[in-house]
Structures are given as C-alpha cells and as structure tokens.
C-alpha cells in the first residue's frame, strides 16, 4: 500500500485545482489524483461549448453569490478569499490569457477548452502530481492518523483525503455510511419541452421575457429560446436552476406562463390594445407586431387570439382584444418533460453544507477530510458560475491543507 501526504479522489476542475495547489504552496508534500474514468477533466473539455467558460465577470462578492440557487449564503465567505479576479490572476500567470465576453462570460483567448486542460495537465506534470486513471475508488475510511483509500485494484494511504468526484452518488453513499448527511441529486440546468402549435413553426426565435410556473411561487426574467423541443435560453436555465426541485416534484409537468411584453398585468395591457386599435384602424394587426416582438411570434399569437391573418385593427372584437392580451401577457405552455442543456449536465444535490466548514472545506465530523466542487449541494446557473465554484474551494481548501502540513 503507498502512502502519500494528499490523496484526491476525481480528476475533475476541483481535483486538479486542489491538487495543483497543494504542489505549490507545499512543494514537498505527494500528492495523488485518482481518476475511474480513462479520461481526466472530461467536464472541462464539454464545457462552454468545447471553449470552458472559466468564470464569470462579476467582481463583487455579494452579488457573485446570487447566481447560487443552493450555497448563496455559505459561498459569500469564500468569495472574499478568492473569487474571480483571483481565478483571472492565477490561469494568467500560468500562461492562459483570458477574455471577457460581452455578456460577462469569461473564455481563453484560444476559444479552446484544451488550453484549460493542458495547463492543468503540464502543471502537475510540472509539480509532480500523480495521476492515476481508471481507478474507482470503492471505498474509504480512516485510520487513526489519516485515511485509508481503496480503488477496485489498489489501496492508498493519505495524510490528507480530499473528495472531488462531482455528481458520483455512490461516492454520496460512502460519505453517509460514515456519518455524512446528503441531499439527493435531482437535475438543476435544464431546458423545457413542449408541443404547441404556437411555437412549433418558430424555432430560433428569442425575446425578452417574464417567466413564471402555474401554482408555485417560481418566476424569473431574461432571454427565452424557442428550440424545436420547446424552451431554453436564460430565463429557461435560471428558472430550472431556481426550480430544480419544485420542478422534479412535479415530475417535469407543469404549465409555463410567459408574458411577452413589459406590462405588469392582463388589467395593464387590455386598455393599451385598445388604443392601439382606435389609432391604428386600417391597419392588419397581423403585420404590425407590437413590443417590438418577433414578426413570425406576433403572427403566431395573433392567430392564437383568434383573429384573422388579413383582419384589420377596426374589425377586431372586444372578445379577440381580450384573447390577445391574454396571449402577450399570461401566455400558457404545457410543459411535457425536460432535455439536458446541450452536454452540461449539473445537479442539485450532495453534500448537506451543514456538514462542511467553509473557511476551510473540511468536513466538521470527519478529520482530514475536505470537500470541494460539485460533490456539495451547490449548483448555479450557467455562465461560468459552477466553475467558480470549484476553483475557490479548492484553493481554500489548498491553503488549509498546507498550513497543517508545515
């Protein structure tokens, strides 16, 4: 069995960032990254479009933390010891240059997730970092000083044992037979399906929106997609995120409303369409969107409100004004199942953060143990958000790895 000072259980961001850490505050410590897949950073490589959206352009702490639907309160401490700023400062000393993109996001230059892995991949090799791949770990205890780490073919020993395997619910079960409280995972960034024949003609088209689910107290704002399976974009993802569990409560089946223009209410709007039909008479509503909607959108709920293609302003009726208005301000979707958002898949779920001290991310019940990245039930919205994540808990729990070890 070999012995080393670090053992990290997941060759994924949070692993490599801790691993790589750990090597450069303290170079003389060992460090062992154990990998069960044939691959390490596979999520890096898929993320973002295969470019790795590293972090996001939001500098303020406090504001940072409200794109956490789970870990908004626990992350405002770490925030204020590194945050994005830090994470920019530390790919950029090791050769990666970085670019803010206009909506925040943050990318390399190279537009390559393969510049994030190699740099993580030749700073290891550079430090000395071990890698072991296609080594499921199955099982882990500790011993008197330390812990003992068991793989399908190996056993380990460490100083220090740090769990970073994301999603891996059976490494969750290992966590509980040892005392350690989870959250079942349910999915946390999804986009919505639905058949209708309002949109069915119309993928690609993207608006503005105010988004809410029927019964429940979820509703958000922002960018809405129309896809060919139903509804994605900004508004879809952040209502997901927000949802993750309401939503799976209802077993992905609810009724979307969407109100398509700035008015606040159906009693705002009404009033509006009928000036809008007294001052514009001769024209044909069909081919005169209002709020600056969409041409092939406006058709579509203009036929919805039961009003003709060629019917003009002056022939609209007071049940038609009032099915429009219904149409552009409380607009009902049936929502018939959910699809991952492209290759991203993230949960909800994990570790109870009850259970982690976060000035540190080791664990309150289980010495020597730490907990970094997506095996907590933390979860954001997309935007280079759950990545942040990873790299501030790994450098935290970096620093606290180091300094017991001096």
Request: positive net charge; glycine residues 8%.
């Amino acid at each position: 069995m070999k012995s080393y000072d670090v053992v990290i259980v997941g060759g994924g961001a949070a692993g490599f960032f801790t691993a790589i850490n750990v090597a450069t505050l303290n170079p003389k410590l060992s460090v062992l990254i154990l990998e069960r897949a044939k691959n390490v950073l596979q999520k890096v490589r898929i993320s973002g479009g295969g470019r790795c959206n590293v972090t996001h352009a939001e500098f303020i702490p406090n504001e940072l933390v409200k794109n956490y639907p789970r870990g908004e309160k626990e992350l405002r401490g770490p925030f204020h010891s590194f945050m994005t700023g830090d994470t920019m400062e530390w790919f950029e000393q090791r050769g990666v240059a970085l670019k803010i993109e206009d909506d925040g996001r943050i990318f390399p230059v190279s537009n390559s997730s393969e510049t994030i892995i190699n740099c993580f991949l030749e700073e290891a090799e550079k430090l000395g970092i071990e890698i072991k791949k296609q080594q499921l770990v199955v099982d882990f205890k500790p011993l008197d000083l330390g812990w003992e780490i068991h793989t399908k073919s190996d056993k380990f020993s460490a100083q220090k044992l740090v769990i970073a395997t994301g999603s891996q619910t059976k490494i969750w079960k290992q966590l509980s037979d040892l005392g350690i409280k989870t959250i079942a995972p349910v999915p946390s960034l999804f986009t919505f399906n639905s058949r209708d024949n309002r949109i069915a003609s119309i993928p690609g088209v993207a608006v503005q929106v105010g988004v809410s689910v029927n019964q429940t107290k979820l509703k958000t704002e922002g960018p809405l997609l129309i896809t060919h399976w139903g509804f994605s974009g900004p508004a879809i993802l952040k209502l997901s995120a927000w949802g993750a569990r309401v939503l799976h409560e209802l077993n992905y089946k609810f009724d979307l409303v969407v109100n398509w223009t700035k008015f606040d209410s159906f009693e705002a709007c009404r009033p509006f369409l009928q000036d809008i039909k007294e001052e514009n008479s001769k024209q044909i509503v069909a081919k005169n969107p209002l709020y600056e909607l969409p041409k092939r959108l406006w058709l579509q709920l203009v036929l919805a409100s039961g009003i003709f293609e060629n019917q003009r302003w002056a022939d609209v009726n007071k049940k038609q004004l009032t099915a429009l208005a219904n149409q552009l301000v409380r607009s009902t979707f049936h929502i018939d199942g959910k699809s991952t958002f492209k290759d991203e898949f993230v949960t909800a779920g994990g570790v109870d953060l009850k259970e982690i001290n976060f000035k540190n991310y080791q664990s309150n019940k289980l010495k020597d143990c730490y907990l970094v990245g997506e095996v907590l039930n933390i979860d954001a919205i997309t935007g280079g958000f759950n990545f942040q994540n990873a790299w501030t808990g790994g450098y935290i729990a970096a620093q606290s790895i180091t300094n017991d070890s001096v």
